[in-house]
T-cell receptor, first 115, second 113 residues
Framework: ETGVTQTPRHLVMGMTNKKSLKCEQH?????MYWYKQSAKKPLELMFV???????ENNSVPSRFSPECPNSSHLFLHLHTLQPEDSALYLC??????????????FGPGTRLTVT | AQKITQTQPGMFVQEKEAVTLDCTYD???????LFWYKQPSSGEMIFLIY??????QNATEGRYSLNFQKARKSANLVISASQLGDSAMYFC??????????FGGGTRLMVKP
């Protein structure tokens, strides 16, 4: 496998369910990101991890809980979501979060529908 | 605060012609980077081109070039010789010192045969 992978690609869940999104990068990067892409809104940064430490939480509701056990894996745990949380969730990675320019490589995304 | 504006929600271009996608930005940081990404219907964001705020020359990558006008705070993407496979959403983004990307609303490009 190469690049950034995300599973599942599609997820439908009820508002009372608990589910997790998984992201894995095979690029040897140290920084990982979660983005939310809703219809008719710009891509929004949610969380940033650098060397497994969370460095950014962009005022995300607590029903979204990230986890970064190592530099290659990033999870987004979901519970008691709302229908407005339906969106494409994109994961990205980069070499690190500081110094010079640093291209972010994106995964294919998880299309989440909350019913 | 940083802001990226893409004023063209949708654009049509004839195959083999050139097209310019507009992007303006606003930032108070003296150092920043500007990116363009392509998002096909499959969802993944594909990096196209990068321009640093201190770069003297406009960036080019194959058929992609970035028309960087710093005084006007614009970073338009030019795609030459459009191909059917270029049909996609295109996003302009700006990076601050912490590598946080701020994205514009995107432009949907449709290439006509």
């Amino acid at each position: 496998e190469t690049g950034v992978t995300q599973t599942p690609r599609h997820l439908v869940m009820g508002m009372t369910n608990k589910k997790s999104l998984k992201c894995e990068q095979h690029l040897g990067h140290n920084a990982m990101y979660w983005y939310k892409q809703s219809a008719k809104k710009p891509l929004e940064l949610m969380f940033v991890y650098n060397f497994k430490e969370q460095t950014e939480n962009n005022s995300v509701p607590s029903r979204f809980s990230p986890e970064c056990p190592n530099s290659s894996h990033l999870f987004l745990h979901l519970h008691t979501l709302q229908p407005e949380d339906s969106a494409l969730y994109l994961c990205a990675s980069s070499i690190n979060t500081g110094g010079g320019w640093d291209e972010q490589y994106f995964g294919p995304g998880t299309r989440l529908t909350v019913t | 605060a940083q802001k990226i504006t893409q004023t063209q929600p949708g654009m049509f271009v004839q195959e083999k012609e050139a097209v310019t996608l507009d992007c303006t930005y606003d930032t108070s940081d003296p150092s920043y980077g500007l990116f363009w990404y392509k998002q096909p219907s499959s969802g993944e964001m594909i990096f196209l081109i990068y321009q640093g705020s201190y770069d003297q020359q406009n960036a080019t990558e194959g058929r992609y070039s970035l028309n960087f006008q710093k005084a006007r705070k614009s970073a338009n993407l030019v795609i030459s010789a459009s191909q059917l496979g270029d049909s996609a959403m295109y996003f302009c983004a700006m990076r601050n010192a912490g590598n946080m990307l701020t994205f514009g609303g995107g432009t949907r490009l449709m290439v006509k045969p």
